[in-house]
């Protein structure tokens, strides 16, 4: 009897080593993300944002709308990132209708023409730009998404959200004071040189 339990300890001690060092059949959930260049703006200024993907395995297509505060930010354009392509494939990209909802840049989408299979890894899916129009806080959250790997499934990715700070321009009569201190050096150099 003694030694079917030590059979049973020792098989039981090398299924738990087994399941330990196999991969794990469940993978983290891929990352969107947005990253703002400058990472705040001053009204009258363009900030662009990059939106990126990391950790995806086999994304075909995608689409998103984009919500942000329209009393300081508006849409300006958009472009498509290298990512989807990134395997020489060739894609569709539409930069989103701004013209609709205020705040909303809806229905930013990527795909990818032909059968075989997605991309996979990290990259940039698009390039946004917005406009400062005011001077606040907004923050920038992904909505109405739609993730589909090669088979048309389901991808189902962790969403960043960003929030932006803007700042106004400094008044005009800062720059007028600062104009006039140096028109006055001008004219006492002058005098000293003369």
Same mark, same amino acid.
């Given at each position: 009897?003694?030694?079917?339990?030590?059979?049973?300890?020792?098989?039981?001690?090398?299924?738990?080593?087994?399941?330990?060092?196999?991969?794990?059949?469940?993978?983290?959930?891929?990352?969107?993300?947005?990253?703002?260049?400058?990472?705040?703006?001053?009204?009258?200024?363009?900030?662009?944002?990059?939106?990126?993907?990391?950790?995806?395995?086999?994304?075909?297509?995608?689409?998103?709308?984009?919500?942000?505060?329209?009393?300081?930010?508006?849409?300006?354009?958009?472009?498509?990132?290298?990512?989807?392509?990134?395997?020489?494939?060739?894609?569709?990209? @539409?930069?989103?209708?701004?013209?609709?909802?205020?705040?909303?840049?809806?229905?930013?989408?990527?795909?990818?023409? @032909?059968?075989?299979?997605?991309?996979?890894?990290?990259?940039?899916?698009?390039?946004?730009?917005?406009?400062?129009? @005011?001077?606040?806080?907004?923050?920038?959250?992904?909505?109405?998404?739609?993730?589909?790997?090669?088979?048309?499934?389901?991808?189902?990715?962790?969403? %960043?959200?960003?929030?932006?700070?803007?700042?106004?321009?400094?008044?005009?009569?800062?720059?007028?004071?600062? %104009?006039?201190?140096?028109?006055?050096?001008?004219?006492?150099?002058?005098?000293?040189? @003369?």
């Amino acid at each position: 009897m003694l030694s079917l339990n030590k059979w049973k300890y020792q098989a039981g001690a090398a299924l738990l080593a087994a399941a330990f060092a196999a991969p794990s059949a469940y993978a983290a959930d891929p990352v969107l993300s947005i990253v703002a260049t400058p990472s705040t703006g001053v009204v009258g200024s363009t900030i662009d944002l990059d939106i990126r993907i990391a950790g995806v395995t086999d994304l075909f297509g995608y689409n998103f709308s984009l919500l942000f505060n329209p009393a300081y930010l508006q849409a300006t354009g958009a472009g498509e990132g290298a990512f989807l392509g990134s395997d020489g494939g060739a894609t569709d990209f @539409g930069g989103g209708d701004a013209s609709g909802t205020p705040g909303l840049l809806s229905y930013v989408f990527g795909t990818k023409f @032909g059968s075989g299979a997605g991309v996979s890894g990290t990259g940039s899916l698009a390039h946004l730009s917005f406009k400062v129009i @005011g001077a606040g806080t907004s923050t920038l959250s992904f909505t109405d998404t739609l993730f589909l790997n090669a088979s048309l499934g389901d991808i189902t990715p962790q969403y %960043g959200t960003l929030t932006l700070v803007t700042t106004a321009v400094p008044e005009p009569a800062s720059y007028l004071m600062m %104009g006039a201190g140096l028109i006055g050096l001008a004219a006492l150099r002058r005098r000293r040189v @003369g």
